[in-house]
T-cell receptor, first 108, second 118 residues
Framework: TQLLEQSPQFLSIQEGENLTVYCNSS?????LQWYRQEPGEGPVLLVT?????EVKKLKRLTFQFGDARKDSSLHITAAQPGDTGLYLC????????FGTGTSLTVIP | KAGVTQTPRYLIKTRGQQVTLSCSPI?????VSWYQQTPGQGLQFLFE???????NKGNFPGRFSGRQFSNSRSEMNVSTLELGDSALYLC?????????????????FGPGTRLTVL
């Protein structure tokens, strides 16, 4: 059973388009992290959100933590080929729970 | 500041053998977690060690075990390997692990050990 469901599972878009990835759960988390992983490598931490309703921006990436600290979203503006990768959300509870992952491909 | 290191990076074993993987966390981090990643199941939590004690354990059989040393380095052992154990094994370190203290829960991953069981 996955505590964190991500959608969509796969996303293929053209360079310059915008996109949003969702991470949903029925559980409350003390914090939530977003990672990007490239083939054959470990996930790289992008951001941590802690407070319900919190919004964090990292250049073209905007992360939001839901008011109830159960869900989160990642919005990418003007996607670039370098954004290609597997995006994972992870919630901190009595252990770290990872989402099902969103595989993003940005086509030049 | 050095990142998380894992050795070896690649490993090929045959069914029935055992394997030991090693993880060195970021200096000052006391929590080490292990994960198994496969295309079908995604990232699955194996266990977490904090100050040499296993604090949490995922839903894996007893063939999967681990330990942590006083310098926070950790090892993971898999005995009686099965074909289904082929996966990328990831280690992650954090200051305090699942402490519930927000930013201190941040995990930093190593590059992983790619285990292939033939």
């Amino acid at each position: 059973t996955q505590l964190l469901e991500q959608s969509p599972q796969f996303l293929s878009i053209q360079e310059g388009e915008n996109l949003t990835v969702y991470c949903n759960s029925s559980s409350v988390f003390s914090s939530l992290q977003w990672y990007r992983q490239e083939p054959g490598e470990g996930p790289v931490l992008l951001v941590t959100v802690v407070t319900g309703g919190e919004v964090k921006k990292l250049k073209r990436l905007t992360f939001q933590f839901g008011d109830a600290r159960k869900d989160s979203s990642l919005h990418i503006t003007a996607a670039q080929p370098g954004d290609t990768g597997l995006y994972l959300c992870a919630g901190a509870g009595n252990q770290f729970y990872f989402g099902t992952g969103t595989s993003l491909t940005v086509i030049p | 500041k050095a990142g998380v290191t894992q050795t070896p990076r690649y490993l090929i074993k045959t069914r029935g053998q055992q394997v030991t993987l090693s993880c060195s966390p970021i200096s000052g981090h006391r929590s080490v977690s292990w994960y198994q990643q496969t295309p079908g199941q995604g990232l699955q939590f194996l266990f977490e060690y904090f100050s040499e004690t296993q604090r949490n354990k995922g839903n894996f059989p007893g063939r999967f075990s681990g330990r942590q040393f006083s310098n926070s380095r950790s090892e993971m052992n898999v005995s009686t390997l099965e074909l289904g154990d082929s996966a990328l094994y990831l280690c992650a370190s954090s200051l305090a692990g699942t402490s519930g203290r927000g930013a201190q829960d941040e995990q930093f991953f190593g590059p992983g050990t790619r285990l292939t069981v033939l």
